[in-house]
């Protein structure tokens, strides 16, 4: 447990070193040099004012749910919005791009939308940017395989799609949810520059100046939102471990993605089941216990960043929820001492998600100098909403790094994003 807890924690040392490597990959990306960062320019050069009105359409995809929401901008920062919730079936994450745009268009059908309203389509995964409603998929992230897509312009693809279910509605903006998110934010008030996603997947934006990314070759005046894909970053050699290394292979895209796979969502609940099976093995953990064959704790991906919520958030004497989580993981009879070992396994974990992200807003934040003084960090995704002291200790994180921006909840930036940036291509 004690090599552990100190190969997990990030002292700021490490964090400092990690900064370091992390800037220069921003550096060598804006260049357009070999990077783990892709550093990709959104074709979004203008931020809005909050005065903006009108109804748009945006579809937000990139993780567990797919949503289609139509929004209302009133002015004056507010607005109004009617959802729509899907779950994606698995044929659509694995199966083929006409099964994955299909099970779209007829979702956009499902909740009548106004003819030809502009549609911002955010789609969370890394794209080279061709114009605002034009890319083109680098890689699948975030366990999708879908065929027929990698390469492809998932605009096009979209429009073929409605236009098969025989919908008159088109693409206006091409999204990532980072840039969506710092938009958002923005809307509801002016001084953001830095946009997070920390749900499934992990991943910034920022706003650079056009003269300051070498690798741009459109004008250089004014501001260029970027999105960094960071999640990307894979330069962690000496910080990753065992388990990040282990899950890694088993993943469907091995190789890639090292930094989200230590950041965000989708994995930090496989890697507190690894570190538990590991002290099973090293007779630590659950020794007058009985675990399941079957139990999810033997189960690859089966035990979910959900439960480490649960187990964090868990104040009673007895760890009663800890106890409840164990048990639906297959372990029976866990002691006191096993459930207070699992607590801060899930602390070590989520502490290390936390100081990684810090990191990277600091590496942010420093690299955009000045004027980044008191700037907003609009963030969205489950994970900083729903993990129990994920702002909090996030704050924290930052101030040891001398940062002095504020972070704050930019509710629903993915999809409100969207429907700005689509409200921008008709103004
Ligand atoms: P997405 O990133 O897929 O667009 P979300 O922002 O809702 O959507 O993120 C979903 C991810 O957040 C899930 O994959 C899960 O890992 C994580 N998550 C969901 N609920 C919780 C929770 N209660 N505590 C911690 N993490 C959660
Ligand atoms: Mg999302």
Redesign the pocket.
């Known amino acids: 447990m004690e090599a552990i807890r100190k190969q997990y924690t990030l002292t700021v040392d490490d964090q400092e070193e990690i900064i370091k490597r992390f800037t220069n990959e921003m550096l060598n990306g804006l260049k357009g040099e070999k990077s783990t960062i892709k550093m990709i320019p959104s074709f979004v050069t203008k931020r809005p004012t909050g005065d903006e009105k009108g109804d748009f359409l945006a579809l ?1 995809l ?4 797919f949503r289609v929401v139509l929004y209302h901008l009133l002015g004056d920062h507010r607005n109004t919005q009617d959802e729509k919730k899907y779950r994606i079936p698995e044929e659509a994450m694995t199966g083929t791009a006409e099964q994955l745009f299909d099970f779209i268009a007829k979702c956009v059908l499902d909740v009548n939308p106004p003819d030809n309203v502009p549609l911002g389509f955010t789609f ?1 995964f890394p794209c080279l940017q061709f114009n605002i409603k034009d890319g083109e998929l680098c890689e699948w992230t ?1 366990g999708f395989s879908t065929s027929g897509c990698v390469g492809k312009n998932p605009t096009e693809l979209l429009n073929e799609a409605l236009k098969r279910q025989g919908s008159s509605i088109r693409v206006a903006a091409l999204v990532n ?1 980072t840039v969506g998110t710092l938009m958002a934010k923005c809307y509801e008030q002016n001084n953001c520059l830095v946009g997070v ?5 992990y991943n910034c934006a920022y706003v650079e100046m056009a003269n300051n990314i070498p690798k741009w070759k459109g004008s250089k005046e004014g501001e260029m939102l970027i999105n960094m894909e960071c999640g990307g970053f894979g330069v962690l050699d000496g910080y990753r471990t065992e388990e990040d290394i282990e899950l890694d292979k088993l993943t469907p895209n091995p190789g890639a993605q090292y930094n989200e796979k230590m950041v ?6 496989e890697i507190c089941r690894r570190l538990m099976l590991k002290l099973v093995k090293a007779k630590e953990l659950f020794q007058s216990a009985t675990i399941d064959e079957n139990g999810h704790i033997h189960s690859y991906m089966e035990f ?3 439960n ?3 187990i964090e958030a868990d104040g009673s004497v007895d760890l009663e929820d800890v106890k409840k989580v164990l048990e639906e993981a297959g372990v029976h009879n866990s002691t006191l001492e096993d459930r207070k070992t699992v607590k801060e396994l899930a602390n070590i974990v989520s502490g290390r998600s936390i100081a990684l992200a810090a990191c990277d807003i600091t590496a942010i934040c420093r690299h955009m100098g000045e004027k980044s003084k008191d700037c907003v960090v609009g963030i ?9 002291g ?1 702002h909090s200790r996030l704050v924290k994180s930052l101030v040891g790094l001398k940062q002095t921006c504020l972070v704050e909840l930019s509710e629903d930036g ?1 999809g409100k994003g969207a429907a700005i940036i689509a409200m921008s291509t008709v103004h």
């Open positions: 937000d990139g993780g567990t749910n969370s975030k949810d996603i920390l749900g499934t997947g965000s969502g989708m994995y930090l609940g979910g960043t959900p480490l919520s649960v969205d995704g489950s994970l900083y909403k729903l993990y129990p994920y993915s």
